[in-house]
């Protein structure tokens, strides 16, 4: 994977992801992706099928 390849995080506030964050930008990954539940509603399958389609 290039390192500025775009990486969708799930739950990058969270625990694991935001671990998961910080180890990508360590390794110089540079177009690391996180939206917040009131940017992207993972349970609404329409909106998510959306940002995929845009990113």
């Given at each position: 994977?290039?390192?500025?390849?775009?990486?969708?995080?799930a739950?990058?506030?969270?625990?694991?992801?935001?671990?998961?964050?910080?180890?990508?930008?360590?390794?110089?990954?540079?177009?690391?992706?996180?939206?917040?539940?009131?940017?992207?509603?993972?349970?609404?399958?329409?909106?998510?099928?959306?940002?995929?389609?845009?990113?």
């Amino acid at each position: 994977m290039n390192q500025d390849s775009k990486i969708y995080i799930a739950g990058h506030r969270g625990l694991v992801g935001s671990a998961i964050v910080s180890n990508l930008k360590a390794k110089g990954y540079t177009n690391v992706i996180g939206k917040t539940h009131a940017e992207l509603d993972l349970l609404d399958q329409q909106a998510v099928a959306s940002f995929f389609e845009t990113e």
